[in-house]
């Protein structure tokens, strides 16, 4: 059956799973990788490990792709009457959270929203209000909720995958969703392919916190080649031209100290070859994704950098061109597609050769 | 659930056609006269026994809080304004549905990693993205003046409900119980009035064409009864939810008549019906101010349903004070006479 890639991304989007808690994730992406696959694997933190085993001779070279499936979210730090004071679990924006409805996770899950309040009575409208002064109300009495809510249970965004014009679509939870789902492009493309290489695909837990689960996963997994999938900065009103890209243009490949030249290089041609729209993300240090864990693992792995642009990161309502998360996938099954027993020794750092002379003769 | 529908449905003030359409397959049944108005107003009698002889109104607003499309960027972003009172600070990130084909949208906010200030940004510098790209494709899609509305659905909580437009989908939801059941001793000349949330506009005409004896607004009202911070001097919470329909003393734009607020009180008491007097610190109006100054003037009084994050996407209503708002001026209708006027 072909990839429904809308209906995809719908249901990863839907589904909450917050840093350390992405077991509803993992089940949604396992299920919709199983067909794809060989065979699973687990680590100690609980990232999906995927193989798909290549067809060249063995011991066969390893590329791994990792992809966070983790969201950001709040933990409830206070019941009191009845409502719940939050703290945030990642980087949460609690200026774009005031009157938004939330999920909390209880002993069941509860409905609520962010009160804020009315225009009627707001006294300093200048600034937003602290995060101490936000308050969830899930419409119970104050008994019922100290019975279904613990310090600890976790908020969600309450916020429904919307198609939006042209090829565009908003949800929550895109970060890093959309690079799941450009994996999972991948993946497919891949039955249709051959491939010397073996694949493995990570969809990896805690990349809000601290990419603990890169971390850990590049380990276990000990790859020839890594490829981070995430999402950057889109452009919009108020973020700086420099460090945003626009929406359909294609992902964006991290250039940096992050990155592996070779490996950058490479991607590049081969999205050139392909013709699939490539933008290029210029990153001068700690690029803020699983790429920066993943290079030092190890005796250290080329690593690159694959985003998609979204709009509003980390808000209840990101933005994304459904064409790049395609483009995504489509670039990372012509590269894997590409790699063969000479790759790793054309991309490799070069000394320069002692006899000059030598290298002259034809 | 009348109320589901009510709420769902879309009406920001001067557009309220999709509501006013709803109400009236609701209450076609019951009533005579019917007509909309110039402005747009649901005018219509709900005939009663003939035992009181009062002209008595009853008003609840269609209309809701929305935006309001006033021009395009280059990359397509639609700018807007505010059609009603809105907090700005609640817009970023906020889903939203444009014009009358309902083209859904979102408020752009750009992500905290790059943009970290507390100052609040007005609504003139946030942006509405529907998906395209560019100028002309924003401008095939929307055109300006188009109103919009919060996407946001209804949903029931257990006591309460979550949801858009409570504010005054529940008072109209009360006003269609109120014509459904029994008749009551004077024809009740109801209407479901356009644009209170811009400066009472719908009401004021109603009531000059009904020219009533009495009126009656049934409202939602604001009520913000969340856990006190010890440092605010202001604690006011203007209502409470749960604790029974609102009765309104006084607000921005009106004293109540002090002989129907005594009156509803002493029905509210005499039934055992909950009701609450609302804070009379705080701002905000009702269509009651526009009703009782016209003509030679109408004693008016205001019973409203408290609701929390009132204006916003997702307000919190209790449905035992829903219920008891229509109780209460059951009740008080029933017993209502030419009496209850008297000077003393």
Redesign the interface.
């Known amino acids: 059956m072909p990839l429904d890639l809308t209906e995809h991304l719908k249901q990863l989007s839907e589904t909450p799973a917050p840093s350390a808690h992405e077991g509803p994730v993992r089940a949604v992406i396992q299920a919709a990788w199983t067909p794809l696959v060989d065979a699973f694997e687990q680590d100690g933190l609980g990232s999906l490990i995927a193989v798909k085993r290549g067809t060249g001779p063995e011991p066969r070279p390893t590329i791994m792709l990792c992809a966070h499936m983790d969201e950001i979210g709040l933990i409830v730090a206070e019941v009191r009457d009845g409502f719940l004071r939050t703290e945030k679990l990642g980087g949460t924006d609690y200026r774009a959270l005031l009157a938004q409805p939330v999920l909390v996770h209880g002993r069941r899950v509860l409905p609520g929203v962010f009160g804020a309040a009315p225009p009627h009575m707001s006294r300093d409208r200048k600034k937003y209000p602290p995060a101490s002064e936000l308050w969830i109300d899930v419409g119970l009495p104050a008994d019922e909720v100290a019975a279904l809510v613990r310090i600890g249970d976790l908020v969600t965004f309450d916020a429904p995958f919307v198609k939006l014009r042209g090829e565009r679509a908003v949800g929550k939870s895109l970060d890093n969703r959309a690079s799941v789902a450009a994996v999972t492009v991948c993946l497919d493309e891949l039955t249709r392919r051959t491939h010397a290489w073996d694949v493995v695909a990570v969809a990896a837990v805690q990349e809000e916190v601290n990419l603990a689960g890169a971390t850990v996963a590049a380990y276990q997994v000990r790859p020839d080649l890594a490829i981070a999938i995430d999402t950057t900065f889109g452009e919009q009103p108020g973020v700086n031209d420099d460090v945003s890209f626009a929406l359909g243009e294609g992902p964006t490949l991290g250039r940096g100290p992050n990155f592996h030249p070779g490996l950058f290089k490479a991607l590049r041609q081969v999205a050139k070859d392909h013709e699939i729209k490539l933008q290029v993300e210029v990153l001068p240090g700690h690029s803020g994704t699983d790429a920066w864990a993943i290079q030092v693992s190890h005796a250290g792995i080329p690593t690159a950098l694959l985003s998609i642009p979204i709009r509003n990161m980390h808000t209840p309502s990101e933005v994304v061109d459904l064409r790049d998360i395609t483009r995504a996938g489509r670039l990372l099954a012509a590269f894997i597609e590409t790699l063969g027993p000479d790759t790793l020794a054309q991309i490799a750092w070069k000394l320069p050769r002692d006899n000059a002379k030598e290298e002259r003769t034809p | 659930m009348i109320l589901r529908e009510l709420c769902d449905a879309i009406g920001v003030s001067s557009g309220e056609d999709a509501v006013r359409d709803l109400i009236y397959t609701h209450i076609r049944d019951y009533v005579e006269a019917v007509r909309v108005d110039a402005l747009g107003n649901l005018l219509a009698v709900r005939r009663g026994t003939g035992a009181v002889d009062l002209r008595v109104m009853a008003a609840a607003h269609m209309d809701e809080v929305g935006l309001i499309v006033v021009g395009y ?1 280059s ?1 397509g ?1 639609l700018r807007f304004r505010a059609v009603g ?6 817009l ?4 939203v549905l444009v014009g009358p084909e309902r ?13 970290s200030s ?4 007005s609504i003139e ?1 946030l ?1 509405i ?5 560019s100028r002309d ?1 924003a401008q095939n ?1 929307v055109e300006r003046g188009e109103l919009i509305a919060f ?2 659905r209804l ?1 029931e ?6 949801g858009k437009a409570l504010d005054d989908r529940a008072g109209c939801a009360s006003l269609i119980a109120l014509i459904q059941g029994e008749p009551f001793p004077f024809d009740l000349h109801v209407a479901f009035t356009v644009q209170e949330e811009v400066g009472l506009r719908g009401a004021r005409v109603a009531a000059q064409a009904i020219k009533p004896d009495v009126a009656f607004v049934l409202e939602t009202t ?1 009520c ?1 009864d ?2 006190e ?1 010890p440092d605010e001097p ?1 604690q ?1 919470t ?1 209502t409470r939810l ?1 604790g029974g329909p609102a009765i309104t003393v006084v607000d921005r734009s009106m004293v109540s008549d002090p002989r129907l607020v005594r009156f509803l009180a002493q029905t509210g008491e005499r039934e055992g019906i909950p009701f609450q007097f609302r804070s009379p610190q ?3 109006g009702t269509d009651a101010g526009a009703i009782h100054l016209t003509r030679g003037g109408v004693p008016s009084a205001v019973v409203a349903n408290p609701c ?7 307000s ?1 209503m209790n449905l035992s004070d829903f219920e008891n708002q229509s109780r209460l001026l059951r009740a008080a209708w029933m017993a209502l006479t030419p009496a209850v006027l008297e000077r003393d």
């Open positions: 960027d990359d972003l009172g809105i907090d700005a600070r609640i970023p990130g906020t889903r083209i859904p949208g979102v408020v752009a906010w750009a992500p905290i990693h790059l943009n507390e100052d609040t940004v510098r942006r993205d529907i998906g395209v790209s494709a899609a996407d946001s949903v909580l257990g006591p309460t409900v979550r604001a913000h969340l856990p911070d202001d006011t203007i749960g705080h701002a905000g929390r994050y009132l204006h916003g996407p997702a919190v």
